[in-house]
């Protein structure tokens, strides 16, 4: 029997939470039809500014949206004082994490995580032993999933740590909603995003190789067929950096260079948007070209900062994630201020036998696996689906993880029906560099349809704006 | 500047002049046919407009003959055809898609915006409703430079869209007037045909106001040759295309491009001290060949020395 959701404007009476009772007394007396037509506003904005993506294996002339609910989630500050504080502690410990893989390995020796996790894990990159990386950062940029429990905790789902995206749509949902309701930010405090840039830059800079004074930064795309395009061009534009593809970059005497229509021009720090496999090919997946060959070499020798480092998926992988929380007591000596969520890990007896007999209870995921993809929501599927899980867990354990099936909190929502609940997480995103620095919020993402559990843009997730209000 | 940068500022902007001059080329040959004019000799001008833009074989490669529906509709609208006019904007807007960070929102999103209203356009616009598209197409076009002009920082960046956009002018010019004397001409009394033809090449140019200030005479081939190649103070000729690009070259100039800045001087030279008469008498269709091979030239150098170096 699974509690109801927690709703995050609304009491379980129906009323508005307190911080929550100006906008909704707002709301209520929206007419229909003017969010209508806001709504469609919206989309057609969208459309002209380009905020698309392509979609993978359709004709090479289809865009698409990602649906923007005009309803925003709204945060109280002390609940955000708090999730911040949590947020930061658990990206420091995570950067000590891979820190310590990378170099002594204190916490596979006083065994608190199995070594054979991190070691046997296909995201550990052996290249990266004993490197030395400015300021020991790893995960420069960290986007942490986090969701609401039917009681109201906040918990973290999942860390991102490789090459997370979306803070575009953050800062575009602000910019879209100011447009569409000016009236809304003169009577409510909202927590400005906008200098996320600024903060980027800043933190790129910060982690520049020693001895560079006045760093060249470039932000690194796969091109423009990459579904994440918009945001590199967007974040290379508010920041004043290039935006360069592999093609642009090449390696000469141990530095890395850009072409350039005045000659080579030497580059220091590469926000990479390319995932490690593709970063060089004589290092890595030899059939990218993606990448720079010999950007390994330059790596090594310090001469040039890659952010995120490279190896910095053995940390967010969804069989490292149990051990979060000792990793914080670990390298902090603190205790954890954000919970997980209980994770059974398959390949260890105990935890699959409870699980097998709990799949019709429990959420199964891939180990490796993104995007909302194979995954099983127990209580939604099929006696079949539910099989075939069976069946491939018995198979090989070691690919798969369980959790409860979480009662995501909900928000109220646009559909066609009016204003209705829907499911919803949040995605603040975390910049380490000589400081740690989060702009308040995040990105909120909502499963439009109802009663959906995923929210993921490739499932038929949307988005929404994220106020984090003034104390 | 990234070179690959400036690639794409360069044939987003080439991209849109090709589609307007297309629209140009088209608009002339549509108010050509509605002169007293044989069937045969509409068809014949169809095709020399296909062999000035260089695109006869592949236009054959589908079509029989060249009639004003087929015609207009492969030039136009086919997107199957890299040359056509929504395909033009198509490659325009692409390239600025690439570049959006470089170049200012508003021009990204007005290039954006004809691209997607262009999506609308087909084989299927009526016949009535054509002459309209090639204005939209000119006035897209007019909105866009315009709004490069007013926002663009005069930086590098727009240097290269400035470099694209003269070369392809100067290019389509010379196109333009190819065609012209390429084409026989319709017959009849001679003299007052011909200056219809070539009064409604000028209109098509937006150009005809101007011959007549200019002129204040009759319009004749040469006239109108002479205009379009020779004047420095008008936008559309040749030798305000190779002023422009002179300076916009000297602007961009680094240690690779010498032999290419002596070479546009050298071309410019020859409009600048040339004289129109010298032309005429290396016959003109033969000069204007030879000119757009030293164009074709000058845009590999382009090329080589910042868009796509070797290292």
């Given at each position: 029997m699974r509690a109801s959701p927690y709703?995050?404007?609304?009491?379980?009476?129906?009323?508005?939470?307190?911080?929550?009772?100006?906008?909704?007394?707002?709301?209520?007396?929206?007419?229909?039809?003017?969010?209508?037509?806001?709504?469609?506003?919206?989309?057609?904005?969208?459309h002209r500014v380009g905020i698309t993506f392509a979609v993978y294996g359709e004709n090479s002339g289809t865009e698409r949206l990602i649906p923007f609910d005009i309803v925003p989630r709204i945060i109280p500050a002390q609940e955000w004082t708090r999730l911040e504080a949590g947020l930061a502690q658990r990206v420091r410990a995570l950067n000590r994490f891979i820190a310590d893989v990378y170099h002594d390995q204190e916490i596979l020796r006083a065994g608190v995580i199995p070594a054979k996790r991190v070691l046997c894990n296909a995201q550990y990159r052996p290249e990266m032993q004993g490197l030395e990386v400015p300021g020991g950062i790893y995960a420069h940029i960290a986007g942490i999933d986090v969701v609401r429990d039917a009681s109201g905790t906040f918990r973290v789902l999942e860390d991102n740590l490789r090459v997370p995206s979306g803070v575009s749509y953050m800062?575009?949902?602000?910019?879209?909603?100011?447009?569409?309701?000016?009236?809304?930010?003169?009577?409510?405090?909202?927590?400005?995003?906008?200098?996320?840039?600024?903060?980027?830059?800043?933190?790129?800079?910060?982690?520049?190789?020693?001895?560079?004074?006045?760093?060249?930064?470039?932000?690194?795309?796969?091109?423009?067929?990459?579904?994440?395009?918009?945001?590199?061009?967007?974040?290379?534009?508010?920041?004043?950096?290039?935006?360069?593809?592999?093609?642009?970059?090449?390696?000469?005497?141990?530095?890395?260079?850009?072409?350039?229509?005045?000659?080579?021009?030497?580059?220091?720090?590469?926000?990479?948007?390319?995932?490690?496999?593709?970063?060089?090919?004589?290092?890595?997946?030899?059939?990218?070209?993606?990448?720079?060959?010999?950007?390994?070499?330059?790596?090594?020798?310090?001469?040039?900062?890659?952010?995120?480092?490279?190896?910095?998926?053995?940390?967010?992988?969804?069989?490292?994630?149990?051990?979060?929380?000792?990793?914080?007591?670990?390298?902090?000596?603190?205790?954890?201020?954000?919970?997980?969520?209980?994770?059974?890990?398959?390949?260890?007896?105990?935890?699959?036998?409870?699980?097998?007999?709990h799949l019709e209870e429990l959420v199964v995921k891939e180990v490796h696996g993104a995007g909302g993809y194979g995954m099983l929501i127990g209580p939604a599927a099929s006696a079949i689906q539910i099989e075939d899980f069976r069946r491939r867990i018995r198979a090989h354990p070691e690919r798969y993880i369980a959790q409860p099936t979480l009662a995501l909190s909900t928000s109220p929502t646009f559909s066609a029906a009016g204003v209705a609940p829907r499911h919803i997480d949040l995605r603040p995103f975390v910049l380490s560099g000589r400081d740690v620095a989060i702009v308040p919020g995040g990105l909120t993402r909502v499963a439009l349809r109802e009663g959906s559990l995923v929210v993921n843009s490739s499932q038929g997730g949307g988005t929404k704006d994220t106020w984090v209000l003034g104390p | 500047m990234l070179s690959r940068t400036a690639d794409h500022l360069y044939w987003m902007s080439r991209y849109l002049e090709r589609a307007e001059n297309v629209a140009r080329m088209i608009d002339a040959h549509q108010r050509l046919s509605l002169l007293p004019r044989t069937a045969e000799a509409v068809m014949q001008g169809w095709q020399a407009t296909l062999v000035s833009l260089g695109v006869a074989d592949a236009f054959f490669d589908r079509h029989d003959s060249p009639t004003a529906r087929p015609a207009f509709d492969f030039l136009a609208f086919d997107r199957q055809h890299p040359g056509s006019i929504v395909q033009c904007l198509r490659a325009a807007r692409e390239n600025a898609r690439a570049v959006r960070g470089t170049i200012t929102s508003d021009v990204w999103e007005t290039l954006n915006s004809t691209y997607l209203e262009s999506l609308a356009f087909?084989?299927?616009?009526?016949?009535?409703?054509?002459?309209?598209?090639?204005?939209?197409?000119?006035?897209?076009?007019?909105?866009?430079?315009?709004?490069?002009?007013?926002?663009?920082?005069?930086?590098?960046?727009?240097?290269?869209?400035?470099?694209?956009?003269?070369?392809?002018?100067?290019?389509?010019?010379?196109?333009?007037?190819?065609?012209?004397?390429?084409?026989?001409?319709?017959?009849?009394?001679?003299?007052?045909?011909?200056?219809?033809?070539?009064?409604?090449?000028?209109?098509?140019?937006?150009?005809f106001e101007v011959f007549r200030r200019l002129y204040r005479d009759s319009v004749t081939p040469q006239r109108v040759t002479e205009m379009l190649l020779m004047r420095d103070d008008l936008p559309q000729s040749v030798h305000r295309c190779l002023d422009e690009l002179q300076s916009g070259l000297a602007a961009v100039a680094n240690s690779r491009s010498d032999e290419t800045c002596r070479r546009v001087g050298e071309l410019h030279a020859r409009f600048h001290y040339g004289r129109f008469e010298d032309f005429v008498a290396e016959g003109l269709p033969q000069f204007l060949d030879r000119f757009q091979v030293r164009l074709r030239e000058l845009g590999v150098r382009i090329a080589d020395d910042f868009l796509v170096p070797a290292s």
């Open positions: 709703d995050e404007m609304l009491e379980a009476s129906g009323g508005p939470r307190s911080h929550c009772s100006d906008y909704w007394r707002w709301l209520e007396v929206q007419p229909q039809e003017r969010l209508a037509q806001k709504r469609s506003e919206a989309d057609a904005l969208f800062l575009e949902n602000r910019k879209m909603m100011m447009r569409l309701f000016p009236e809304l930010f003169a009577h409510h405090a909202v927590a400005p995003v906008e200098h996320y840039p600024d903060l980027l830059l800043e933190n790129l800079k910060s982690v520049a190789p020693t001895g560079v004074s006045d760093p060249t930064v470039v932000l690194l795309t796969p091109g423009m067929y990459n579904s994440a395009y918009f945001e590199h061009a967007f974040l290379a534009q508010q920041m004043g950096i290039e935006l360069v593809e592999g093609q642009d970059l090449f390696v000469l005497d141990d530095a890395l260079y850009m072409r350039t229509t005045r000659g080579p021009q030497r580059v220091d720090v590469v926000y990479r948007r390319v995932d490690d496999d593709f970063l060089d090919p004589l290092s890595f997946r030899p059939d990218s070209t993606l990448g720079v060959p010999g950007l390994l070499t330059v790596y090594r020798a310090g001469h040039v900062t890659i952010a995120n480092a490279i190896g910095t998926g053995l940390a967010d992988d969804k069989s490292i994630y149990p051990y979060v929380p000792e990793m914080i007591r670990f390298y902090l000596a603190e205790a954890p201020l954000l919970e997980n969520v209980h994770t059974w890990i398959l390949d260890d007896p105990e935890d699959r036998a409870y699980a097998l007999d | 087909t084989e299927k616009v009526p016949e009535s409703a054509r002459g309209e598209f090639l204005e939209w197409v000119r006035y897209r076009a007019h909105l866009i430079r315009g709004v490069i002009s007013a926002t663009l920082l005069r930086d590098e960046a727009h240097c290269f869209t400035r470099i694209g956009t003269f070369i392809e002018r100067a290019d389509n010019t010379t196109r333009l007037l190819e065609s012209r004397w390429r084409d026989p001409g319709g017959g009849g009394e001679r003299l007052r045909a011909e200056a219809s033809e070539w009064a409604v090449l000028l209109r098509a140019m937006s150009a």
